[in-house]
């Protein structure tokens, strides 16, 4: 898989592709991350790269043409399943998003800044939307850093144990049952019985009930949820 991400501060992006899982990923070469520095696409003397909106209005809003030059640029060498922007008002992401991202080839990500992008840019280039939930960030950057993370562990090769991301909460719609270690007991505090038994039927129908249990307390609502 290539990734290519569009930011006004690249650099804000760069350390979580660093360390852990997206760093092993990438040595591993079962992903390409590459970052765009959309001020490098500007073709003022300032690399100015916004503007003042039309109709008045507090804020900056990214301009269109170095965001046109910098997509143009790379769907001239590739074609791309997927050019997404992050931003507030797009799809929540969820876990079903992040499966099927994981097995495209070729997506790009725009990291919006200030006050978004020229809507034209939303309309002519963009072809999916995604929010890391209902707040607002600076940037898009750190949203990115999450959808890149979602994507990258599902990719087969990535986690050590493959079948980990399986169980994973929201695969399924349920939360994840309890898990524990070592010692087996602390304090008085002990590990059930049936995770040590080696009936793994057994302790499969535990993880079971556990994880409905555990979503019906505490997330009610992905029990009824159809994507």
């Not at 909106?53 to 900056?60: H, I, L, S, V």
């Not at 043409?65 to 797009?90: F, H, N």
Request: aromatic share 10%.
């Amino acid at each position: 898989m290539r990734i290519d991400i569009i930011s006004v501060i690249p650099e804000l992006i760069e350390s979580p592709f660093n360390a852990s899982i997206m760093q092993r990923a990438v040595k591993k070469g079962l992903v390409e991350v590459y970052f765009h520095n959309l001020r490098d696409y500007s073709t003022g003397s300032y690399k100015q790269v916004d503007d003042y909106q039309f109709g008045g209005g507090a804020g900056m809003v990214l301009m269109i043409e170095p965001i046109d030059k910098c997509i143009s640029a790379l769907k001239a060498e590739r074609s791309y399943d997927e050019i997404i922007y992050m931003t507030p008002d797009g799809e929540t992401l969820n876990q079903k998003i992040a499966n099927r991202l994981s097995l495209y080839e070729n997506i790009i990500i725009l990291c919006g800044h200030y006050k978004g992008v020229d809507q034209r840019v939303r309309d002519q280039f963009i072809t999916k939307e995604i929010s890391i939930g209902d707040y607002v960030l600076s940037g898009g950057e750190l949203g990115a850093a999450v959808l890149c993370d979602a994507i990258i562990r599902l990719i087969p090769g990535v986690l050590n144990d493959e079948t980990s991301a399986l169980t994973d909460s929201f695969q399924d719609n349920l939360l994840a049952p309890p898990v524990y270690t070592r010692p087996a007991s602390y304090k008085g505090w002990d590990v059930p019985e049936v995770l040590m038994s080696g009936n793994f039927p057994e302790i499969e129908q535990w993880r079971e009930e556990k994880a409905y249990e555990h979503t019906k307390n505490r997330r009610p609502d992905l029990l009824n949820k159809e994507y």
